[in-house]
């Protein structure tokens, strides 16, 4: 019995040791998953991951500190720090391009995940770009705006850098090339290339028009030179010994004009592979020599031979890759990567059972679509209060006005001014407030009645146009037909009045009813395009990148809904009330008018 008894208790604590939380201090964490179902895919052990975060998968920029300071990555076991950099980071027009350190074993775990950590304002900066990059990667350009820069721990940065950061680039800005412009990375021991084992070559390409003889890179040396270069919309290898003899190897592929290419080239002591996103397009056998000269990008050593086109995350490595690793880049690095599969956003509350799919989507709205939801928020707030308003007094007139009615219907002919009285305070307080007389309770008999106060206006008219016959003080008073018409157009002058103060801002649930849906739908188109927007942008296009962003817009449109059908019922009914009110204000003006007739006619 104890053993089951234990058993018991620790499976009561596996939701809780499964639902672990890296660190208190920070407020929420976003799950990746790497999908490693692509055919042919594996991941090399140097592997990093491009995140790319944009409204379709991420609507937390403004929860995100400045400069992406509180932004840490875990492994799938969240307890393993990964180091990573950010590319770029924009707030404002809500995009992210973090790259991170993959750990070793990720391919092998039953469930190859990421979480990104973020929302601590006073969280260090954790980035590490130098620490992401593997040893043997000694170059890593990835022309930013603020200039062409080496990411690696080696520094090598240009002595010469004249290519413009243009916008549109595949990761972030990219290197524009116009057959002027050149980046030349001067000699160092680090980028010293030996063709035993050989090098790497990994870059993005995109060529809008044919070259002449654009030159993308070369690698020079006293033993002579190797370039790739762009003939047409062909990739061309180049070797020349020290003697200047160039031999010349052509690729059959051909790049497509205005799209973006993954090109990498793996060099050997007797071989020169040549890979066109991720497939092997080019595999040409020549003795290559090692290298120790500058490394010039978009022209050759001496500024001739220009590129008309864009570079974008140029990789140079000191040893040759696999082909996985070349077909994983492409893949993870592309506009649309199918490796990636981005979840929801999780706090310590719904990690641990809270959540649900309706605060997951809740939780993707971006800030225009709160705003519409705050607007919608303060009109279903005065609807209700109208409704409530409203409710209580016409409840408390209808409930008056029958009092008064079964009082009046006692009355005999003569005795038309016996429920008549002088007006008080208690009938100020109505007039000023019919809400406040409502809830106080404690007046005069028929206050709050509409009935009452057509009554009272007729009695006093009838005062003011009472005359007499010679001999008055025998004489029984009456009212001329003038006279009872005009104490009618009194008693219907203030029937007119009595209705417009019932429905008095009733327009505000009109406003609701029919404005709610429409500011929602305005929302959800908001939403919509804001979504499609930043994926055409970001060019990943699959479910898990459009569907939080379109179920976040459609939270706008509940929202209208939200406030639009509690309106139309409040409203339907309080209008039943208002005119079963009036009907019974019509009925005694004509009663009261024909009593009076009877009584006081000549």
């Excluded at 649930?509 to 395009?529: D, E």
């Amino acid at each position: 019995m104890k053993r089951f008894g234990f058993l018991l208790f620790f499976l009561m604590l596996m939701p809780q040791m499964a639902c672990a939380w890296w660190n208190a201090d920070w407020s929420y964490k976003k799950k990746i998953d790497l999908d490693l179902t692509q055919a042919g895919v594996s991941v090399p052990d140097d592997a990093l991951a491009l995140i790319r975060l944009h409204t379709g998968n991420f609507s937390y920029f403004m929860d995100v500190a400045d400069l992406g300071k509180d932004i840490r990555f875990m492994a799938g076991d969240d307890k393993t720090p990964l180091k990573f950099y950010i590319e770029k980071l924009d707030p404002i027009n809500e995009m992210a391009l973090i790259w991170v350190k993959l750990p070793k074993d990720i391919a092998t775990a039953p469930e190859p995940t990421l979480y990104m950590y973020y929302s601590n304002p006073l969280a260090p900066d954790g980035q590490d770009a130098a620490g992401v990059f593997p040893v043997d990667q000694v170059l890593s350009l990835p022309f930013t705006k603020d200039g062409v820069a080496d990411m690696t721990a080696y520094a090598n940065n240009p002595s010469e850098a004249t290519a413009a950061a243009g916008e549109g680039g595949l990761i972030g800005h990219a290197g524009v090339f116009e057959g002027e412009q050149i980046v030349r990375i001067p000699a160092s021991a680090s980028l010293l290339t030996a063709s035993d084992p050989g090098w790497t070559l990994s870059t993005w390409l995109k060529i809008d028009q044919p070259n002449e003889d654009g030159v993308v890179f070369q690698r020079a040396g006293a033993t002579g030179s190797l370039t790739f270069s762009v003939r047409e919309q062909t990739a061309n290898l180049e070797l020349a010994d020290a003697s200047g003899e160039v031999q010349t190897f052509p690729v059959s592929t051909p790049f497509t004009p205005g799209s973006w290419h993954h090109f990498a080239a793996i060099v050997t002591a007797d071989r020169v592979v040549i890979y066109l996103n991720g497939a092997e397009v080019g595999s040409f056998s020549i003795i290559v020599p090692g290298f120790d000269g500058d490394i010039t990008i978009g022209g050759d050593a001496y500024g001739a031979r220009g590129l008309v086109g864009a570079i974008d995350q140029l990789s140079v490595y000191k040893s040759p890759r696999s082909a996985e690793a070349i077909k994983f880049d492409a893949l993870m690095q592309g506009q649309a990567s199918p490796l990636l599969v981005y979840g929801e956003d999780l706090s310590p509350e719904s990690e641990g059972g809270g959540g649900s799919h309706v605060m997951s989507t809740m939780q993707h709205v971006s800030l225009d679509g709160w705003i519409i939801i705050g607007i919608l928020a303060v009109m279903l707030v005065i609807s209700f209060l109208v409704m409530a308003a409203k409710a209580l007094v016409l409840i408390k007139n209808h409930k008056e006005n029958r009092n008064f009615e079964d009082e009046f219907m006692k009355l005999k002919t003569a005795e038309l001014e016996a429920l008549n009285h002088e007006d008080t305070e208690d009938d100020e307080a109505v007039n000023a407030s019919p809400l406040l007389a409502s809830l106080t309770g404690g007046h005069e008999r028929f206050t709050g009645s509409s009935v009452y106060r057509l009554y009272h206006v007729g009695i006093e008219e009838l005062h003011n146009r009472l005359a007499k016959s010679v001999g008055a003080d025998v004489a029984e008073a009456f009212v001329t037909d003038k006279g009872m018409d005009s104490i009618r157009a009194a008693m219907e002058s203030c029937l007119i009045r009595e209705t417009q103060k019932l429905n008095s801002l009733m327009v505000l649930l009109t406003i609701s009813i029919s404005g709610g849906p429409f500011l929602g739908l305005l929302g959800t188109v908001i939403g919509v395009m804001a979504t499609f927007g930043e994926i055409a942008a970001s060019g990943e296009v699959n479910v898990n990148a459009i569907a939080p962003g379109i179920a976040a817009a459609l939270a706008t449109t509940v929202a209208g809904l939200v406030v639009a059908i509690p309106c139309l019922f409040g409203y339907n009914y309080l209008n039943s009330r208002i005119k079963l009110i009036s009907a019974d204000m019509y009925i005694f003006v004509d009663e009261f008018t024909a009593k009076l007739s009877e009584r006081y006619s000549d």
